[in-house]
């Protein structure tokens, strides 16, 4: 079992940057594929993001390449989403995911475990 906490989220103004985190708990952290998701009302859970388990693979979503970065601290059980020139269409509710698959995933059920969520806010 995986417990993720989110954590990072809160208002920003267009342009600005926001950085959230993932606390996973567990020893084989490093075994599983991590991804960001978000989810913005009456829109369905979109992938973002996505870093193999040891860091070396990642993948991104057309709509953030180039603005989001996703990475992980193995040694913290965490995963980074550091997000550049937020806009307004980022509002979200942002979820960490873990997958014991390993590698790079992209779709959302083959994700095992789910966190809670946090909420970004980008004003104009």
């Known amino acids: 079992q995986v417990q993720l906490v989110e954590s990072g989220g809160g208002l920003v103004q267009a342009g600005g940057s926001l950085r959230l985190s993932c606390a996973a708990s567990?020893?084989?952290?490093?075994?599983?594929?991590m991804g960001w998701f978000r989810q913005a009302p009456g829109k369905e859970r979109e992938f973002l993001a996505t870093?193999?388990?040891?860091?070396?693979?990642?993948d991104y979503a057309d709509s953030v390449k180039g603005r989001f970065t996703i990475s992980r601290d193995n040694a913290k059980n965490t995963v980074y989403l550091q997000m550049n020139n937020l806009k307004p269409e980022d509002t979200a509710v942002y979820y960490c995911?873990?997958?014991?698959?390993?590698?790079?995933?992209?779709?959302?059920?083959?994700?095992?475990?789910w966190g809670q969520g946090t909420q970004v806010t980008v004003s104009s």
């Open positions: 995911a873990a997958s014991r698959r390993g590698i790079v995933v992209v779709d959302s059920y083959k994700y095992d475990y």
């Open positions: 567990g020893r084989t952290f490093s075994y599983y594929a």
């Open positions: 870093i193999s388990g040891s860091g070396i693979s990642t």
